[in-house]
């Protein structure tokens, strides 16, 4: 089992916070997830980072913590193996201060620092091609300037296909009543 506590990710934050290339590596990594399609499975989408990213020659790695009760569906993990992601899912501890009510729930009445306990977690690995991640980066301008010509293509289409549906197929012979022969509800109250 691997422990994580509160150190660690806050040594993870203060990394991020660094420099913003780390940033928007991670953002574009979010991005590649969001493509696959991964946070339409069951409780991805509440994932926190604890350890990355750790950037090498060809992987981008991160470990996410989940609560134990809310274990994030392993097919969400499949998902990304057909990406070429390495994905591996593992119980771990995470140490945590409990909530103080009293002096009972000090290390210490001097230091009056929180008592620390130990809940259970999993921490999902995710090990991503590097390529994801750079090609992104480079082209991401371009990516969504495609996807909103994309959008707006398609929905225009959309549109379009509609009105031509109700111009060609629905006339007063088909099941349509002419206006004219539609009569005005009656009002409660009259006779």
Known sequence: MSNTDLDSIKKTLVGISRGDTILDTLLEFERTLDNAELFAYKNWILGELVEGPDIGRYWYKTVWMYPYNLMPD???GLRL?????????????FKRPVKVRGPEDWVDPQSKRAKMIDSDV????????IRYINRGMNELDDVIQKDIEDTNSELSSAYADETQDTDQGMGEDEGMMPTSDI???EEEGQV
């Open 81 to 93: 193996t057909k990406l070429g992601a390495k994905v591996n899912f593992r119980k771990g501890k």
């Open 74 to 76: 392993p097919n969400g």
């Open 122 to 129: 999993w921490l999902v690995t995710i090990e991503l091609p």
């Open 183 to 185: 009569e005005p509800p």
